[in-house]
């Protein structure tokens, strides 16, 4: 289970060109490592993944 959140971090979240991507969907509020959205209409495939602000810090996402 380990691997595959590494994996899929990777995947989607602090790659370069996934940064580059997520860096231009509008959302107030979003992931300082990553820039996954958190809020609006760009948040809603990350939150069918379980990608969400963690609850020990609100600034990075649960991944």
Do not use: D
């Amino acid at each position: 289970m380990r691997k595959f959140l590494i994996w899929l971090r990777k995947f989607l979240g602090t790659t370069q060109m996934a940064r580059s991507v997520y860096r231009y969907m509008p959302s107030p509020q979003r992931c300082k490592e990553c820039l996954v959205p958190f809020l609006g209409l760009f948040s809603v495939p990350f939150r069918l993944l379980q990608i969400r602000p963690s609850r020990k810090n609100p600034h990075l996402c649960t991944l």
